[in-house]
């Protein structure tokens, strides 16, 4: 079980997604995360254990844009670490991945990215 939430709008996003994380915190204790889009680049906080982890990692390292989403993560797959924490980029960095859920075959999609030079940094399904 995990928690995911959205925001696109004229505010901005990190202290919605925020507010929608500390809503959802009981779907997930082992990590939290945001992403958000700040001048065309996306900026991503991660932090293990509860979500006052990252709410002072936010303090300490703010990010802005008016687009963001942020995850509480219950570990699935993947022990929490800030590595496995969600949201997670891809190798480019230009896509910002969340999901809830077990992806069945994500060893054989894994092999079959990596086989196309796709570089992985969690030990997750996503």
């Known amino acids: ?9 004229p505010r901005q996003a990190t202290p919605i997604v925020f ?9 997930g204790y082992d990590s939290a995360g945001i992403a958000a889009i700040h001048d065309g680049q996306i900026q991503v906080r991660r932090a293990v254990g509860k ?12 990010i802005g844009g008016t687009i963001g989403m942020g ?7 993947g022990k929490p670490s800030p590595t496995n924490a969600h949201p997670h980029v891809d190798c480019t960095g230009q896509v910002v991945v969340i999901q ?26 996503t």
Request: aromatic share 8%; with cysteine; proline share 2%.
């Open 1 to 9: 079980m995990c928690g995911i939430v959205g925001y696109v709008g």
């Open 71 to 77: 995850h509480t993560r219950w570990a699935t797959h």
């Open 51 to 62: 979500l006052s982890n990252l709410e002072q990692l936010l303090q300490a390292e703010p």
């Open 100 to 125: 809830n859920g077990i992806v069945e075959n994500y060893r054989a999609l894994r092999q079959e990215l990596t086989a196309e030079g796709h570089q992985f940094a969690s030990e997750t399904d």
């Open 19 to 27: 507010e929608g994380l500390r809503r959802l915190e009981y779907r």
